[in-house]
């Protein structure tokens, strides 16, 4: 099922960032207004709890919490990319450093490299973003 919406995200993130839904012309980096961050933050904590009860119910998931937030996070992180929001990197760095935790306790040490590699990935990229505004404004 995750892949299924990654894979619709990025069709429509695809055409959000070249056709600007409302505006008929390519979507800009914004911040994410208050009201569509609580309406995220709503949408992370329901999608948590719900992946987790799937985890702990369905699965033999020893990390069923923290499985669940780095999902429903990352859920979440995807539409805001999709949407070209800046704060979708301080997503990703969270996300991304709580996988290099995750992994390390699972004796996953290379991926928890690569997820390192990623948090630096997710900084540099939040950085670039925040260049890009300040140079249109």
């Known amino acids: 099922a995750i ?5 619709l995200i990025a069709v429509y993130g ?6 600007s839904f409302t505006q008929k012309k390519q979507l800009e980096i914004t911040h994410t207004s208050t009201a569509v961050a609580v309406r995220l933050a709503l949408l992370f904590i329901l999608l948590w709890t719900g992946i987790a009860a799937l985890l702990i119910y369905c699965t033999d998931s020893t990390v069923p919490w923290t499985d669940a937030f780095t999902t429903a996070l990352s859920i979440v992180g995807l539409w805001m990319l999709a949407r070209k929001y800046v704060e979708q ?3 990703w760095m969270v996300v991304d450093a709580v996988c290099v935790w995750l992994y390390v306790y699972k004796g996953l040490y290379l991926y928890a490299v ?6 630096v990935i997710a900084i540099l990229g939040y950085r670039k973003w925040i260049r890009i505004m300040n140079k249109r404004q």
Not at 3 to 7: E, G, K, V, W
Not at 14 to 19: G, Q, R, S
Not at 114 to 119: F, K, Q, S
């Open 14 to 19: 695809y055409l959000a960032w070249t056709f």
């Open 3 to 7: 892949n299924i919406y990654y894979l």
């Open 89 to 91: 990197w301080l997503v």
């Open 114 to 119: 690569l997820y390192a590699v990623y948090t």
